[in-house]
């Protein structure tokens, strides 16, 4: 029997999807807006929030901070699962409905990374890990992968807040790091340059964004993605794509 090639086997993996996904929020304008300014100017601007786990440690003010522990965020989730990033009860962070489905193999070759995940279920266990990757904070290289870091479990460090637990290592969370600069993608006509596999957003938007960017689809996140299937294996054929999307 012959052997199984690995790239084959990973085209029809369901819980390796080939996107990576970026949700909006209300935030300033509200979801929808914030999504039709990402798609009118194709860039996903880079956020000075600080979401690395490493900003803990820190008890003073750092300078340049947002160099060493902000990022641009983005989910591995599948589609079909998308939803449960929405309308979660207590989320300090709450998703919306709209956003861009990115194609993963375009994502890695500019600077995006899933994030670094480590585990502090038993408290303590991770401060003297990231205590230690600390002493490299005087590298040049720091600022590329110190807002990657990020842990499940029990806040670490002196100045974390008061609650004392997270964990949302169920996100499958990717992130450029902000010394890497805003995220300007393409999508259109031109397959080897598009970077975009589809929008989403509410069904009730769905005419609205597709009349404003012609070619590119949209599908509900809402609904399961066989609701839209041929859409989206039209796409797929567009893109040349080998991988199952349905």
């Known amino acids: 029997m012959s052997k199984r090639n690995i790239q084959d086997i990973l085209h029809f993996r369901r819980d390796l999807p080939p996107f990576l996904v970026h949700l909006t929020r209300d935030r300033k304008n509200p979801a929808k807006e914030n999504l039709i300014s990402i798609l009118d100017s194709k860039t996903l601007r880079q956020s000075r929030e600080h979401i690395s786990s490493m900003r803990f440690l820190k008890d003073q003010k750092v300078e340049n901070s947002?160099?060493?522990?902000?990022?641009?965020?983005?989910t591995e989730t599948p589609l079909e699962f998308i939803h449960c990033l929405i309308d979660i009860q207590g989320r300090q962070v709450n998703l919306e409905p709209y956003g861009v489905v990115f194609l993963k193999d375009k994502l890695k070759k500019k600077n995006?990374?899933?994030?670094?995940?480590?585990?502090?279920?038993?408290?303590g266990h991770a401060d003297p890990i990231l205590k230690a990757?600390?002493?490299?904070?005087?590298?040049?290289?720091?600022?590329?992968?110190?807002?990657l870091i990020t842990t499940f479990g029990?806040?670490?460090?002196?100045?974390?807040?008061?609650?004392?637990?997270?964990?949302?290592?169920?996100?499958?969370?990717w992130r450029r790091p902000f010394c890497y600069g805003d995220f300007s993608f393409s999508f259109g006509e031109d397959v080897d340059n598009n970077d975009v596999f589809c929008g989403l957003c509410p069904e009730d938007d769905i005419i609205f964004f597709e009349e404003r960017y012609p070619g590119l689809p949209f599908i509900d996140p809402m609904r399961p993605p066989s609701w839209y299937a041929k859409k989206l294996i039209d796409r797929r054929k567009d893109l040349n794509m080998r991988h199952a999307v349905v």
């Not at 995006?112 to 408290?123: G, I, M, Q, R, T």
């Not at 990757?133 to 807002?147: D, V």
């Open 66 to 74: 947002e160099e060493l522990f902000a990022a641009i965020c983005v």
């Open 112 to 123: 995006f990374h899933p994030a670094l995940y480590f585990n502090n279920s038993v408290e």
């Open 133 to 147: 990757i600390e002493t490299l904070s005087q590298s040049a290289e720091t600022k590329k992968f110190f807002p």
């Open 154 to 173: 029990h806040l670490v460090g002196p100045s974390k807040p008061s609650g004392g637990w997270h964990d949302f290592y169920w996100e499958r969370e």
